[in-house]
């Protein structure tokens, strides 16, 4: 069974470009979770997927961060303009359903470095 | 707000120790405790979980403990090997939630 899917692993980009960041969860995988984690630190939660609802985006910096889950399947997140704090690893997970009773599996992440 | 803390931040031990990792959290009321394995350029591994009414769980070499009164669990590695190097996280599911609050992680290296 082929894990959770992200592209791309890295990227560097300029400030004030955008960037986005596409994941593909585990086939059949109703909830789809972004997370950020900085460097030397746990993974904190950005939003959360319940099929093409986003039940939990309270930790989304709204005003430059934007995320999608068209059709239920994958997503995309968006940065537009990134700026030098963005330097970071985001990373995707999915699970059957939502937690505490489900395991949730995670991507390998994307590096992003802001320049 | 629950937080979680784990220290060591970081931890060097040679091949064949035993060795423990620490976590402890804030709020005592979670659903269950996590322990993940991650890996340079990877994602996280799930290696243990223990429910809110269990003390302890065990897989090969690894042995997770969770005192919830006190807001403490342990995962206890023994006869360590080079390929346990890696960082370990602990997360936790607070009752009613449904996120994990993760620690900052313990960067655990294992030297032959």
């Known amino acids: 069974e082929a894990g959770v899917v992200q592209s791309p692993r890295y990227k560097i980009i300029e400030k004030k470009q955008p960037v986005a960041f596409w994941c593909n969860p585990i086939?059949?995988?109703?909830?789809l979770y972004w997370y950020l984690q900085n460097l030397g630190q746990g993974p904190e939660l950005l939003i959360r997927?319940?099929?093409?609802?986003?039940?939990?985006d309270s930790q989304l910096p709204k005003d430059r961060f934007s995320a999608e889950r068209l059709k239920g399947v994958d997503s995309t997140l968006k940065i537009q303009p990134a700026e030098l704090g963005d330097s970071a690893v985001y990373l995707c997970?999915?699970?059957?359903?939502?937690?505490?009773?489900?395991?949730?599996?995670f991507g390998p992440g994307t590096r992003l470095t802001v320049l | 707000k629950q937080e979680v803390t784990q220290i060591p931040a970081a931890l060097s031990v040679p091949e064949g120790e035993n060795l423990v990792l620490n976590c402890s959290f804030t709020?005592?009321?979670?659903?269950?405790l996590q322990w993940f394995r991650q890996d340079p350029g990877k994602g996280l591994t799930s290696l243990l979980l223990i429910q809110s009414s269990q003390r302890e769980q065990t897989s090969g070499r690894l042995n997770a403990s969770l005192d919830k009164s006190s807001g403490r669990s342990t995962l206890y590695i023994a006869a360590s090997q080079p390929g346990d190097s890696a960082t370990y996280l602990c997360?936790?599911?607070?009752?009613?939630?449904?996120?994990?609050?993760f620690g900052q992680g313990t960067r655990l290296t294992i030297n032959p």
């Open positions: 086939s059949g995988h109703n909830t």
């Open positions: 709020d005592s009321a979670i659903y269950n």
């Open positions: 997970a999915s699970s059957l359903s939502p937690l505490p009773d489900n395991e949730q599996f």
């Open positions: 997927y319940e099929n093409e609802e986003a039940v939990d």
């Open positions: 997360a936790v599911v607070g009752q009613g939630a449904q996120k994990l609050v």
